[in-house]
């Protein structure tokens, strides 16, 4: 089952869905989450205070609009992939 949440940036806001897993479950229930964001490319990522290990089913290549959580790194993220657009 997926969950709608919505992602405030400013005057933006951006309606999201999370799917049903177990990464998608930790970071449910650590919301409302407040962070400042951050760009490399076309990623939009920032921290989020939740610890969970990368899912068996985990992927690098992301599709634009995706959100993905990836927690190999220094401070936890969550990602956004978005195009130069906006859209």
Not at 2 to 15: K, L, M
Not at 55 to 64: E, F, N, V, W
Not at 78 to 83: E, G
Request: no cysteine; aromatic share 8%; glycine share 6%.
């Amino acid at each position: 089952m997926t969950h709608s949440i919505r992602i405030i940036a400013g005057t933006v806001s951006v309606n999201a869905d999370l799917n049903d897993s177990s990464s998608a479950e930790t970071i449910l229930k650590a919301l409302l989450i407040q962070a400042s964001a951050n760009t490399w490319g076309d990623e939009i990522y920032f921290s989020i205070p939740v610890e969970q290990q990368l899912s068996d089913d985990a992927r690098a290549d992301m599709q634009m609009g995706e959100l993905g959580y990836w927690p190999l790194v220094r401070s936890t993220r969550l990602a956004v992939w978005w195009t130069t657009s906006g859209h």
